[in-house]
């Protein structure tokens, strides 16, 4: 979604929340609002040439939420310590709660709307915990939904945004980086027309080499039934293996906008681009966006109506995998910051009361991991690993701090356990023994525990000779 303020909200800092709530509310809503049913209960298998990365089809009870190993909520209206209002000018409070944000029991995901007595909008927004989506080296991205906008129109439509879109993933950890780090629009949509949006924004707001805060942006109207009447499938290519890297964005196999690397500078789109992505779905109400097209919510706009999604799929294809070959240099010897990060899942960044303030990663359980790419240990041996950690966890439960390099499949090279040290900002400094290092490697912090709760927060770490 485009960010008018050209700074968006900083992430909330809330401990993992394992949401599966069945509530009567959420199934009373689900039940109330008639939407075309989607035709498929599944993502279609990846063409020939194309591999598996994510999917969800969000199959499971009516009424029950995500699967939050693979989803988090952003609630409120703002990420805490950020911009109001999400820095878009939306007037909505994004909620966990299923009345916004649930499965229909057909495969369906619907993120629904709500106005109270008073007046007041509530709404859904989920993120992917993965940050990591990127085409490899040479290779190609493809990341794709079937969606339903809200079926809505006219002045009942007023102030309805839904999106479907990324973020780059050094935006968690920093939340001021906008619009730096690149946002990649897949859909977006506002009173109810039957148009589809899709834009690159990147450079510096406002203005700049990507036209900020609208972006690089293009649009077209919904092939056949309209965007809001019917399912249309909604497509981002990424592909590094043409000489002038691309950005295509598709509807229903139709490419009707490109973002070519040769529109900006190489640093511009060097900082928009040389990390992964996450992804983001919610439906907005009001906002920048919105008041360019006549404005709203208002008292003529129709609440409960959902943006409804079949699946949410990504798949790769071509070069030597999902993640590119290390980029640029960190010091091997020198702290580390946790939540500096080039690729994680199932972590949250949150602030600390550690020494020198900042920030540390945390929620971290068992099948947790966070990336740090390029990682220099030079020519002398790295034999030694220290992590500044802190748990509340509690009685009986601990796990391993595992180091691994260059892939979250080969065999840890050293290891530590930790346990309750006295609370969740309650820190020491741990060491372990590892393996002898040398040369330049990507560096993966992986959680190992025999429990699912969560036992560990990590504020920095590095290594020594």
């Not at 690159?200 to 700049?208: A, E, K, R, V």
């Not at 009001?286 to 699946?311: K, Q």
């Not at 899942?345 to 991991?369: H, P, V």
């Not at 930790?418 to 992986?446: E, F």
Request: glycine share 16%; with cysteine.
């Amino acid at each position: 979604m485009s960010e008018p303020s050209g700074t968006p909200g900083r992430r909330g800092s809330v401990r993992r929340a394992l949401v599966a709530v069945l509530s009567t509310l959420g199934l009373a809503a689900v039940a109330a609002t008639a939407v075309t049913p989607s035709a498929t209960a599944a993502a279609p298998t990846p063409p020939s040439g194309w591999t598996q990365v994510f999917v969800d089809d969000f199959n499971g009870s009516a009424g029950s939420g995500v699967n939050t190993s693979d989803w988090q909520y952003a609630t409120g209206t703002s990420y805490p310590g950020g911009p109001a209002n999400w820095g878009t000018g939306e007037i909505e409070t994004m909620t966990s709660s299923t009345n916004n944000v649930a499965l229909d029991g057909s495969g369906n995901l619907r993120i629904t709307p709500r106005r109270d007595s008073a007046g007041n909008w509530t709404s859904g927004r989920i993120e992917t915990r993965r940050t990591d989506f990127e085409p490899p080296a040479g290779g190609r991205l493809r990341v794709e939904a079937r969606i339903q906008m809200p079926n809505v129109t006219g002045t009942a439509a007023r102030g309805y945004w839904p999106a479907f879109w990324m973020l780059g993933a050094p935006y968690r950890g920093n939340y001021w980086n906008w619009p730096a780090v690149g946002e990649l629009d897949i859909l977006e949509n506002v009173q109810g027309l039957n148009t589809v949006w899709a834009t690159m924004h990147c450079g510096t707001s406002p203005g700049g080499p990507c036209n900020e805060t609208t972006g690089l942006g293009g649009s077209t109207a919904c092939p056949g039934s309209t965007c809001q009447s019917g399912f249309h499938t909604y497509r981002m290519e990424w592909d590094r293996s043409t000489s002038v890297e691309e950005i295509r964005f598709y509807v229903d196999d139709v490419n009707y906008h490109t973002v070519r690397e040769n529109q900006v500078d190489a640093t511009t789109w060097s900082n928009a681009t040389d990390h992964g992505f996450y992804i983001i779905l919610n439906v907005a109400m009001g906002g920048g966006f919105v008041n360019a097209f006549g404005g709203g919510p208002d008292g003529a706009t129709v609440p409960g109506i959902p943006m409804v999604v079949d699946y949410v799929q990504v798949l790769s294809a071509g070069g030597g995998g999902t993640t590119p070959p290390p980029t640029g240099s960190r010091d091997a010897y020198g702290a580390i910051q946790a939540e500096s990060f080039d690729g994680q899942s199932g972590t949250l960044t949150e602030g600390t009361s550690d020494s020198g303030g900042g920030q540390n990663i945390g929620a971290l359980a068992n099948g947790d991991w966070a990336l740090y790419r390029g990682v220099d240990f030079g020519s002398g041996s790295a034999t030694q690993f220290n992590a500044r950690v802190a748990s509340g966890a509690g009685a009986g439960v601990s796990g391993l701090v595992e180091v691994r390099l260059d892939s979250r499949s080969n065999a840890p090279v050293g290891s530590f356990s930790v346990g309750n040290t006295g609370g969740w900002q309650s820190w020491r400094t741990v060491p372990a023994n590892i393996s002898s290092v040398t040369g330049k490697h990507d560096v993966y912090l992986t959680f190992t525990s025999g429990q699912p709760a969560d036992f560990v927060n990590v504020n920095w770490f590095s290594f020594g000779r």
